[in-house]
């Protein structure tokens, strides 16, 4: 499963509660890459400079460290990504890496949020966690990012038909209602199609 949301969507939260409700491994990209660089692990010195600019790390470098990750023995029984693909070439990728796994993606679920709302929270969590990456230059760098580059990604998932938007402006209860009722629809149905919730829908 594929969780991908503008930043400050709340992604983390929602993977967690999804990973639990699966019993599936929780896998953010920006995560790995923020203890990485916390470590100063030499995978965290290649991706450093781009995180503090809000760009995105190249690639070559996320795509090797997302192979590895897989590799690793809790991934076997499902995993859902958080914060991966987000370019075509990582799409691409994903899939190679699914086909020689023999996996198929379910579902790839689209958090989405009114930008101003999120660059508000986003203020907000700078203060509280103290992430450098979160000064308003650099947030604003990275949700323009977002939408001039996942809008690719989310339209290949789409086409394929396992794409489901979920508002993610709410109380966290209200949009893990959302999502839940979202993977409810999606695997709970055997034709999939693409789902959108609102506020107040399915809750
Ligand atoms: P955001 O809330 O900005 O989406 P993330 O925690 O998902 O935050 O990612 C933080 C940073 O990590 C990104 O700005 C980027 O530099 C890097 N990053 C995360 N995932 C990827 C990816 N799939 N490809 C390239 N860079 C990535």
């Known amino acids: 499963m594929l969780l991908i949301g503008p930043p ?34 030499r995978l ?7 995180l503090d600019a809000g760009q995105f790390v190249p690639d070559s470098v996320t795509n090797a460290m997302i192979r590895e990750r897989l590799e690793q023995s809790d991934a076997d029984k499902g995993f859902l990504l958080d914060g991966y693909p987000r370019t075509l070439v990582q ?38 966690e103290n992430r450098s990456d979160d000064t308003a230059e650099v947030i604003r760098s990275r949700m323009e990012l977002y939408f001039t580059q996942t809008t690719a990604v989310t339209s290949r998932y789409n086409e394929r038909g396992i794409l489901t938007e979920v508002e993610g402006i709410g109380s966290i ?29 399915g809750v």
């Open 8 to 41: 400050g969507a709340g992604k983390g939260t929602q993977a967690t509660y999804i990973a639990e409700r699966f019993g599936i491994v929780s896998i953010s990209t920006g995560d790995i890459f923020r203890e990485n660089v916390k470590n100063e692990t």
């Open 44 to 50: 965290g010195q290649a991706a450093k400079s781009y």
């Open 91 to 128: 799409v691409d990728y994903l899939d190679e890496i699914l086909a020689a796994k023999g996996y198929e993606l379910d579902l790839v679920v689209q958090l989405t949020a009114d930008t101003e709302e999120l660059v508000q929270r986003l203020l907000l969590r700078a203060d509280r």
């Open 173 to 201: 209860p209200e949009v893990t209602s959302r999502v839940s009722t979202a993977l409810d629809l999606t695997l709970g149905s055997s034709s999939r199609q693409t789902t959108t919730l609102g506020a107040g829908v």
